[in-house]
């Protein structure tokens, strides 16, 4: 199995500055050591910092294309800057450059991800850089799209541009985790996300689990909403919660939503289904019941049929090929524990997200967010990358990548 992992870094436009500040002290910052002073400038160093905050922007709506910033220095001052928004719009290097005009020439580019050499919906950055006079590049990591990958780093060097590599190889990597996978696997990037109680359960045993997360942690889901390109759930979530899975607490779009629904319970007057107009749903079933396959479509849902899977399930692979097929390279799964112990024993996911809540709610009739996995002693447990961690308001937030340590592939 090839796993790639990472992180989702939370940078929505609600709560940057609050994450920005919870994560000054974390772990993991400091992996990220600044570049040798003696390749790239303490200026360059900042602008690449200011490229990859600009990056962030672009989360959740330049799928299928990556996240990328470009900033344009000259004489130690920015004169351009730009990120790539959504495919088929300008790269980032080009809306750099636009915004630079005649002050580009001279300059230092500085940018994620190596600029593109190919003719795709819009002209080869690279081009543009040579034409525009520019002096200097310093890059965060090559751009593994066979269609690039090295040509662009070499049609600036053929025009006698200076080019630096690899600086925040790390962090501008670990933007564009669900592109990379993409390329390497074919797949899109998955992260699971559930919210516990202190004691491990994700309901009471009435059922009941809405309010177990406090307001800051609703706020975080829906923003990691937005940051996704679609939000997965299964059949048992829809009938135990009903929910929505928009992004209603912070701006944002809303993501593609998909429910597994081998067969076809989701009922047509569940907030899903009602919200089916404005906000794409899918339902992915193994199901042949016309009627209903028909009353839903009338409704706006789009049907995904598949055959059944060896257990009897819709096949979630077959599920994330269709959804890579269709641009959607990052993917958020919210449970519940069916659903998420299908994901982790098919080696589908990379990343996990758990939300704990400081309420013991006791019980014996509800599982913890997964259940049998099949495995019998510690040593046979899956093991979870370096655990990121931080306070959500009242509630405790951990985050770890799945299959092999992040800070290996990093
Ligand atoms: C860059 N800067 O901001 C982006 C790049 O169809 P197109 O023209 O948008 O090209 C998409 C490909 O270009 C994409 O797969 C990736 O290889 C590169 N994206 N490159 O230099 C950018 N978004
Ligand atoms: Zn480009």
Known sequence: MRTAVGRVRPAGVCLRGFFVSMRVSSIEDSRFKADSPRRIEEGEDRAMRAAIRLARRGFGTTHPNPRVGAVLLREGGIVGEGFHARAGEAHA?????????????????????????HHGRTPPCADAIV???????????????P??????????RAAGIEVVED??????RELNRPYLKHL??????VMLKSMISLDGRVAADSGDSRGLGGGSEQRLCHRLRAEHDA???????VLADDPELTVRLVRGRSPVRVVLDTDLRTPAGSRLVMTAGSVPLAVATASEDRARIEALERRGVSIWRFARSPEGRVPIRRVLSRLAAEGRLSILVEGGPTVHSAFLSEGLADRVAIGIAPLILGGSKTPGWTRDLGRKGVGDAIEVGPLVM?????????????????AGRV
């Open 93 to 117: 290097e080009a809306r750099a450059l636009a915004a630079a005009g005649s002050r580009a020439r001279g300059s230092t580019l500085v940018a994620t991800l190596e600029p593109c050499a």
């Open 131 to 145: 034409s525009a006079g520019v002096r200097r590049v310093v890059l965060g990591m090559r751009d593994p799209n």
């Open 147 to 156: 269609l690039v990958n090295g040509r662009g780093v070499a049609r600036l």
């Open 167 to 172: 600086v925040r190889g790390a962090e501008c």
């Open 184 to 189: 390497a696997t074919g797949l899109p990037w």
């Open 231 to 237: 939000v997965l759930v299964g059949i048992g979530t």
């Open 390 to 406: 931080r306070r959500v308001g009242r509630d405790l937030w951990v985050e770890g990548a799945l299959g092999a340590s992040e």
